[in-house]
């Protein structure tokens, strides 16, 4: 699943919320944007899986959830991101990050005490 820049708005808007939102809840968050735009967008976002929708009564309003976690989003993204450019390699990701100087010390010792902990999950 591929979200766009411009889907990516709405998504942001509903997982920020943490809650269901209407057509005009979510064009009063993104201002400059059209009804019918955001109507596009979510129906879009919808299709891919992305969304959910629901009927506000016998009107043509909407209330939009996400139907994926913007963790769940991230975890597909990066696992799509490792195949393709990685080929699946992990450890080929990792070692990317640390050629150069992208990572801080910080950094370092954040991914080494996370690694430490999953390591000892998997014991």
């Known amino acids: 699943m591929h979200i766009t820049a411009a ?9 920020n919320s943490d809650r269901q939102m209407t057509t005009k809840e979510i064009m009063e968050q ?19 899986g992305a969304l959910t929708s629901v009927k506000i009564g016998r009107s043509h309003a909407h209330e939009y959830s996400a ?7 991230q975890q597909l993204q990066t696992q799509q991101f490792i195949r393709s450019i990685h080929k699946g390699s992990a450890k080929s990701l990792i070692s990317s990050l ?13 991914l080494q005490q996370f690694i430490n902990k999953k390591a000892e999950e998997h014991d």
């Open 67 to 73: 139907a994926i976690s913007e963790e769940e989003y």
């Open 30 to 48: 993104l201002q400059g944007k059209k009804i019918t735009t955001i109507v596009t967008l979510a129906g879009r976002l919808i299709d891919k």
């Open 98 to 110: 640390f050629q150069g100087d992208q990572l801080t010390k910080q950094d370092i010792t954040e």
């Open 7 to 15: 889907e990516m708005e709405i998504m942001q808007v509903i997982w």
